[in-house]
Nanobody, 124 residues
Framework: VQLVESGGGLVQAGGSLRLSCQAS????????MGWYRQAPGMQRELLAR???????NYADSVKGRFTLSRDNVLNTVYLQMNRLKPGDTAVYYC???????????????????WGQGTLVTVSS
């Protein structure tokens, strides 16, 4: 399974960007997808996550500014980022947890995968 991210770049403070992440490969279902970010010298933090059932949660730092949506047909999630601040500058990573059925009895494995990261730079 691979995650292909797009949409990062340079934007002025107050501006908007939309990140996309598409999952491809061999899997039976996706349990959840989300976005994390990591700024220099900082730990990777969860920003937003959406489950297969559509339940979404956000970090306090982005609540009200970022919106996560999901296209289940395309296995794609979108992170709409509005009112960006210089403090949002970081490498943004897509993450997915997915399920693979391993035999006819229905035994399965839950696995996870990360995208390669996309840089978002917000200038003041």
């Amino acid at each position: 399974v691979q995650l292909v991210e797009s949409g990062g770049g340079l934007v002025q403070a107050g501006g908007s960007l939309r990140l996309s992440c598409q999952a491809s490969g061999s899997f039976d279902s996706i349990n959840a997808m989300g976005w994390y970010r990591q700024a220099p010298g900082m730990q990777r933090e969860l920003l937003a996550r959406i489950t297969s059932g559509g339940n979404t949660n956000y970090a306090d730092s982005v609540k009200g500014r970022f919106t996560l949506s999901r296209d289940n047909v395309l296995n794609t999630v979108y992170l709409q980022m509005n009112r960006l601040k210089p403090g949002d500058t970081a490498v943004y990573y897509c993450h997915a947890s997915y399920r693979v059925v391993v035999n006819v009895e229905g035994a399965y494995r839950d696995l996870e995968v990360w995208g390669q990261g996309t840089l978002v730079t917000v200038s003041s």
